[in-house]
């Protein structure tokens, strides 16, 4: 997927043993190991085809964006990992009340490249649910509704958002000052202003986004 997103292969993975299941990074120092490989080798270990090897961090570069990585995240309780895909932050690690005309722009450029890796991956792999953030990870389902740290840029799939119950309704008036995006498979939800075409930001509360994890949570436990 990240090639097709204009990335290349950097020629690093790291591998950990095809049986070996884990949480965190930590649980597998031991036995994690970091290979040089070609791109033909490196599409392979990706794409899991290589036996007895399973890629847990992929290194990756982009022309315009420099380095990107496709990594698992940690879980917990025998969760899936969420796959995240991650660059620096750049302009967007700056407050928006401190950005000239320039920063605006290229805060706008970054954040336009990657909610198109999220609409993307989104389309492609079948996602229930993900989201955009700046140095936080997404919610694995056993830990929605506890951590209040859904992200305010969020996608969720037609498939949970037809389960019933509150939670398109509580999105739709959520984010109704913001911006609700129909996309192929989902609806994208945007709270900050780079990541939508309205270029508004709203306030969404630690308050308002657990609840909006436990709905979430209920329609996909339904959804089963």
Not at 101 to 113: M, P
Request: aromatic residues 8%; proline residues 5%; hydrophobic residues 40%.
């Amino acid at each position: 997927m990240a090639e097709t997103l204009g990335c290349t292969p950097a020629g690093l993975v790291e591998v950990v043993p095809e049986d070996k299941e884990f949480d965190f990074f930590f649980d597998v120092a031991d036995v994690v190991e970091a290979v040089r490989v070609d791109a033909a080798r490196h599409a392979e270990l990706t794409a899991g085809e290589v036996v007895g090897a399973r890629a847990v961090r992929a290194g990756y570069r982009h022309p315009k964006f420099g380095v990107v990585t496709v990594q698992y995240q940690p879980r917990q309780n025998g969760d899936r990992h969420p796959i995240s895909l991650e660059l620096g932050a750049g302009p967007l690690g700056i407050p928006v009340d401190l950005w000239s005309k320039s920063t605006r722009r290229r805060a706008y450029g970054v954040a336009e490249w990657i909610r198109e890796v999220l609409k993307a991956l989104a389309g492609e792999s079948g996602v229930l649910y993900g989201g955009i953030g700046i140095e936080n990870a997404l919610p694995t389902p056993d830990e929605l509704g506890r951590t209040g740290e859904l992200p305010t840029e969020l996608f969720v799939s037609h498939s949970v958002l037809g389960r019933g119950g509150a939670l398109a309704d509580d999105l739709r008036r959520e984010f109704e000052q913001g911006e609700s995006a129909s996309w192929a498979t989902g609806r994208f939800f945007s709270a900050w202003e780079p990541f939508n075409s309205r270029r508004v930001s709203i306030s969404m509360n630690g308050e308002r986004m657990t609840r909006l994890e436990r709905l979430l949570k209920a329609a996909l436990t339904d959804h089963g």
